[in-house]
């Protein structure tokens, strides 16, 4: 098993911040290595809800569904893969700092394929460290725009 923590800060209200990583349909625009994400018409989140993704991870094509376990807006978000080839459970925590938001991800994840836990690790700590700077990057440009 591995873990992944990464933290940013986004200069945005937690609610806006919430709405964005709460809504799949926006997901392929800041998370790099999904592909597609579909909730069945579902729209934004809520608990229970199951969404199926795509993502290209350690050069493979992973099918997934998750769930939502938590959704506690705009404090928390919590998935957890229901079925596909890689088990993992992530946690969004977001606490308001300085106007601003603290945004944090974190995550635990058993890999099986053909490389090992640690390259499994190094990869998925990069990708989450890349997403959060696409995110932030969004969010803001979004803000200066409106």
Known sequence: MYTVRQSIFINAPRERVFDVIADPAR???????????????????????????????????????????????????????????????????????????RLTGEGQGEWSGPHSQGIAARVADHNLAADLAVLRALIEQEAVAS
């Open 27 to 101: 997901a392929a625009e800041w998370q790099t290595a999904l592909q597609r994400a579909d909730s069945g018409g579902a729209g934004r989140l809520s608990q229970g809800t199951r969404v199926a993704d795509s993502r290209n991870w350690l050069g493979q094509s992973i099918e997934s569904r998750y769930e939502i376990v938590e959704h506690a807006a705009p404090d928390r978000l919590h998935m957890r893969v229901a079925e596909g080839p890689v088990q993992f459970d992530f946690i969004w925590t977001l606490e308001s700092v300085n106007g601003g938001t």
